[in-house]
């Protein structure tokens, strides 16, 4: 049972528009999120994160929303350029069970973002 | 380069051989962690280090995996009589605060392990 789910597996956008990525969990427990970017023949690399007492954190381009009643968070990149193309993960953290090392992952969501 | 680095790159191997990965994390870091990531998946956890204490172990590492780190630096992750569906991607990651309170995890460009 997937606790962390990104149900769009691509997304394509022109340079300049902006980029919406989307994620839903299902385990209430959780109370950190993050996004992570993986380009090819590369590990991911952290992006941007938010704690479950905010429900939006911004960073330049990336701003990442948090709507706790839904369980569902999203990273808007804007405006977006053509680098910003790799795989996107949704991925969350929380102290159940006493884990202290384990983060989520959701599938991820390929973004192309074409001149 | 002071990032994670994971040896070797890319290890194929013939069925039921074992194999060693080795994971160097970021020299401050304590934490360090290792995740698998198979085609179409985000990576799933495995095991988790503090220093050279293993603190947590995914269902997912059957017996035949073995993960250590002897002296709390650098880590290697074993698996013997390898299967087929071992093949993925091993990403090692390091941290020096825990993820329950950055969730940052610094991850290394993985080792790549081929059952034949």
């Known amino acids: 049972d997937q606790q962390v789910k990104q149900n769009s597996p691509s997304l394509s956008v022109q340079e300049g528009r902006i980029s919406i990525l989307n994620c839903d969990y299902t385990?209430?427990?959780?109370?950190?999120f993050l996004w992570y970017k993986k380009y090819p023949a590369e590990g991911p690399t952290f992006l941007i994160s938010i704690s479950s007492i905010k429900d939006k954190n911004e960073d330049g381009r990336f701003t990442v929303f948090l709507n706790k009643s839904a369980k569902h968070l999203s990273l808007h990149i804007v405006p977006s350029q053509p680098g910003d193309s790799a795989v996107y993960f949704c991925?969350?953290?929380?102290?159940?069970?006493?884990?202290?090392?384990?983060?989520?992952f959701g599938k991820g969501t390929k973004l192309s973002v074409k001149p | 380069d002071t990032g994670v680095s994971q040896n070797p790159r890319h290890k194929i191997t013939k069925r039921g051989q074992n194999v060693t990965f080795r994971c160097d994390p970021i020299s401050e870091h304590n934490r360090l962690y290792w995740y698998r990531q198979t085609l179409g998946q985000g990576p799933e956890f495995l095991t988790y280090?503090?220093?050279?204490?293993?603190?947590?172990k995914s269902r997912l590492l059957s017996d035949r995996f073995s993960a250590e780190r002897p002296k709390g630096s650098f880590s290697t992750l074993e698996i013997q009589r390898t299967e087929q569906g071992d093949s993925a991607m091993y990403l090692c990651?390091?941290?020096?605060?825990?993820?329950?309170?950055?969730?940052?995890?610094?991850f290394g460009e993985g080792s790549r392990l081929t059952v034949l």
């Open positions: 385990n209430s427990m959780f109370d950190y």
């Open positions: 991925a969350a953290s929380g102290r159940f069970g006493g884990s202290q090392g384990n983060l989520i």
């Open positions: 990651a390091s941290s020096l605060r825990s993820i329950s309170i950055t969730g940052e995890l610094f």
């Open positions: 280090f503090q220093n050279e204490a293993q603190l947590e």
